[in-house]
């Protein structure tokens, strides 16, 4: 975290622009406490706008005087302009104390508040390490608004932890799993679907829990009958011949990719494209068979970031995902951590990627419409020098939230992350401290967020 944060609160942070808006720089403790009769003051620039002196003429600059309030805070009032990071520079006696930041934003980001997390966890229901559970915990833990658990041909698993943690946590614990179909090697996350796409065709993993009960492989207690393994088989090599592919293999799996699609549009889903340029041993896809689902879009999103940390799958899937954007090609960017083990200290990847989504509600529905309508940027923390992908307006308002935001943020995370795991295992005094703590994150960023 920066030091400054350390010393001093500023909110809001993110507001909309084009406006005069108050400020409040708090100090955190007498040792930077402003003095009661002095008056300082505060330069605003806004960042863009280069270096005042050597571009006299440019806008968004501004200075004004403030005086401590009884509270001891100080308010700035200043006209914000447009979209972009202000500084605040606060001088007492032309000596600089603290420079901060805030960002004005345009008029569609109203309501929208930034929630980070991961669209493909994995756990020991599948090939992870942990529980269901525990895995949710440990990631609230890590700093995480919202999560799915994705385990490998099973949807029942991410059941299981939004059962787990009730109405004890604010976090989001979205239904999804990781789709496997017979004839398709083509890896396939469904997030926030209402049904099991894998519990569609009978004999699947997700029978071991669900069988026949729909409690297990449904949100809602609906979902479309499974096929048996030949009318599923029959059904893909019909609507293969229509697929304009030489190689039957490459027919078959674009076949089941469409399949998929049409019932993620059915259940209500966000469809992630995920780690094309996997090497294990050679690419997982052929790239020319990967160019043409790009191309021809059976999916939401696109896993730009995860699951490895070299180059040959997240530098090539960024360059990919511009590359196609160019084209004309656009969808949304997402990053994630393809998490085998949520234990960080002894898995280097369990926080290598995630994705900040700019969703009016924390809700399955709220981030699934924000992530349709490309409102997410893809995190990169393969190393402490941070990256992002995606819309280089969504970069710009990321990188303002990891250096000013979410080091705040996940500050109160790791508490709770902490309680969770103990309530999971009975523990009843956590319980009681859930409780206590509920609705914390929602105040902090209407404290920081006045959209």
């Known amino acids: ?32 406490a402003f003095r009661q009769d002095a008056t300082y003051s505060v330069q605003v620039l806004k960042v863009n706008q280069a270096n005042m002196r050597t571009y006299p003429e440019r806008s968004g600059r501004s200075t004004v005087t403030a005086t401590p309030d009884e509270d001891g805070c100080l308010r700035v009032t200043a006209y914000f302009e447009g979209e972009g990071e202000h500084y605040l520079n606060v001088h007492l006696d032309d000596r600089c104390i603290c420079t901060l930041s805030v960002y004005s934003l345009d008029e569609d980001m109203a309501g929208r508040v930034p929630q980070r997390g991961d669209l493909h966890l994995h756990t020991r229901r599948s090939d992870g390490s942990q529980s269901p559970a525990i895995t949710a915990a440990n990631y609230r833990g890590y700093g995480y608004d919202f999560m799915v658990i ?20 604010d976090v989001a614990i979205i239904p999804g799993e990781e789709v496997h ?20 065709v009978v004999g699947g993993p997700n029978d071991e829990k669900a069988g026949s009960d729909l409690a297990w492989r449904s949100l809602d207690g609906n979902a479309p009958d499974p096929l048996t393994r030949e009318e599923y088989q029959d059904m893909i090599r019909e609507r293969a011949k229509n ?42 896809i052929p790239e020319e068979y990967t160019r043409f689902i790009y191309e021809n879009h059976p999916f939401d999103g696109f896993e730009v970031l995860g699951g490895e940390n070299y180059f040959g799958q997240n530098g090539f899937q960024t360059a990919l995902y511009y590359e196609m954007r160019a084209k004309g090609i656009d969808t949304a960017a997402v990053g994630a951590t393809d998490s085998h083990s949520s234990h960080a200290e002894h898995n280097r990847n369990a926080l290598i990627c995630s994705t900040i989504v700019f969703a009016k509600e924390n809700t399955r529905e709220g981030l699934i419409e924000a992530l349709k309508d490309k409102y997410s940027v893809a995190v990169d923390t393969i190393s402490a020098e941070y990256r992002l992908v995606g819309d280089f307006r969504w970069i710009r308002y990321g990188s303002f939230l990891m250096e000013n935001y ?13 309680y969770l795991k103990r309530h999971f295992n009975g523990d009843k005094r956590a319980t009681e401290v859930l409780k206590a703590m509920k609705g914390q994150l929602p105040e902090l960023q209407k404290k920081y967020f006045d959209l």
């Open 150 to 169: 994705s385990d490998h041909n099973r949807y029942y698993p991410s059941l299981e932890a939004i059962q787990a943690f009730g109405d004890v946590s």
């Open 181 to 200: 179909l017979p004839l398709n090697d083509v890896h396939y996350i469904n997030f926030g679907g209402t049904y099991s796409i894998n519990a569609l």
């Open 1 to 32: 975290m920066k030091p400054v944060l350390y010393d001093y609160d500023i909110y809001p942070k993110a507001f909309v622009g084009n406006t005069e808006k108050t400020i409040t720089i708090q100090p955190l403790g007498d040792h930077v």
């Open 406 to 418: 979410f080091p705040v943020h996940d500050l109160v995370c790791q508490t709770e992350g902490h």
């Open 243 to 284: 697929v304009p592919l030489a190689n039957e293999s490459e027919r078959l799996s674009y076949a089941v990719l469409e399949w998929t699609y049409e019932h993620m549009q059915k259940n209500g889903g966000f469809g992630v494209f995920v780690h094309p340029y996997w090497l294990c041993q050679c690419m997982q």
